[in-house]
């Protein structure tokens, strides 16, 4: 019914750019927010950074003037622009969406990618 894909993680220098990418396809109907968040290894998942169809965003303090992220839910797509990169940054980072089907229309829910792996070297 719904798949999330990313693309863009990769390995890159201490202080250097990246962008991520995760466009939704399938039977959505609307999109309420999209977002990211990442996870290591024997740790919880956490939230880097989400924006809603409004347009209103939150980040985690961990990234907060490093990170922008940006949408376009007429693509269903959204972007991560991760600038200033650190090594605390690496991370499989996961897309997610909050969204309503055209088959079930009464609530949102949550869809996630299989992740991408953004490694930052020292």
């Known amino acids: 019914q719904v798949q999330l894909v990313e693309s863009g993680g990769g390995l890159v220098q201490a202080g250097g750019s990246l962008r991520l990418s995760c466009t939704a396809s399938?039977?959505?109907?609307?999109?309420?927010?999209m977002g990211w968040y990442r996870q290591v290894p024997g740790k919880e998942r956490d939230l880097v950074a989400r924006?809603?169809?409004?347009?209103?965003?939150v980040y985690a303090d961990s990234v907060k003037g490093r990170f922008t992220i940006s949408r376009d839910f007429s693509k269903n797509t959204v972007y991560l622009q991760m600038n200033s990169l650190k090594p605390e940054d690496t991370a499989v980072y996961y897309c997610?969406?909050?969204?309503?089907?055209?088959?079930?229309?009464?609530?949102?829910?949550?869809?996630w990618g299989k992740g991408t792996l953004l490694t930052v070297s020292s």
């Open positions: 997610y969406a909050n969204l309503v089907t055209t088959t079930v229309r009464d609530i949102g829910m949550n869809y």
């Open positions: 924006i809603t169809s409004g347009g209103n965003t």
């Open positions: 399938g039977n959505i109907f609307s999109i309420s927010t």
